[in-house]
């Protein structure tokens, strides 16, 4: 049984996340969230409302973590900040972080490279937070997925440096993926992964 703390659990990803580990695994879920007063949790849950920027939340809600996902939007830059910190004051060291394709400009002409970084100054703040994860000392493993979808799990894994493979993926091949990851700490180790359906 593995603790994991989820943040960003009210969310599309972290909800789904939230049901795959419950329903695939026996891992212990803390949900952490700025509304999570009204999620209804299971006795493998414990919910707890707070603000990612808060230091003292985080802490809070770090204690006895063996891994923390990470699934949030806004200003990801200074979220990655703040939970790094938190995980490093915590030592809890597996971190798994949605940020997005093309932050490494790795979407090619073929699959939209107009989605790519140099095209979209929107996913500064995602390619800033990943150069903050991977220049951490943490067990991190980066996850850029494509755009989301409902389908089934079923999807490819690029590395950093291959050229991303495909528009789209499902919330529920991410939730997979995330699975594996929790389940196995060398799964993707010290990598960034892009992941797009078959």
Not at 42 to 62: F, H, I, Q, Y
Not at 144 to 158: A, D, K, Q, S
Not at 168 to 178: E, G, H, R, W, Y
Request: avoid cysteine; charge should be negative; glycine fraction near 8%.
């Amino acid at each position: 049984m593995t603790n994991v703390l989820i943040i960003g659990a009210t969310g599309t990803i972290g909800g789904t996340v939230r049901q795959t580990l419950l329903n695939e695994t026996d891992d212990k879920l803390t949900l952490f969230a700025r509304s999570a007063g009204r999620l209804n949790v299971s006795d493998r849950e414990t919910a707890m409302a707070g603000d990612v920027t808060s230091d003292s939340d985080l802490d809070k809600a770090m204690e006895n973590q063996d891994a923390v996902f990470v699934a949030l939007s806004g200003p990801l830059n200074r979220f990655a900040e703040k939970i790094v910190a938190a995980m490093d004051r915590n030592n809890v060291s597996r971190l798994l972080f949605i940020t997005s394709m093309g932050i490494y400009n790795e979407i090619p002409a073929s699959v939209g490279s107009n989605g790519n970084l140099s095209s979209n100054g929107v996913l500064r703040p995602y390619r800033e937070a990943a150069d903050i994860i991977e220049s951490s000392d943490l067990n991190y493993t980066v996850i850029r997925p494509g755009w989301f979808t409902n389908g089934p799990v079923n999807y490819e894994i690029t590395r950093k440096g291959e050229p991303f493979g495909g528009h789209d993926v499902s919330v529920k091949s991410i939730a997979d993926f995330v699975k594996n990851a929790i389940a196995d700490d060398s799964y993707y180790s010290h990598d960034s992964v892009g992941l797009n359906s078959k």
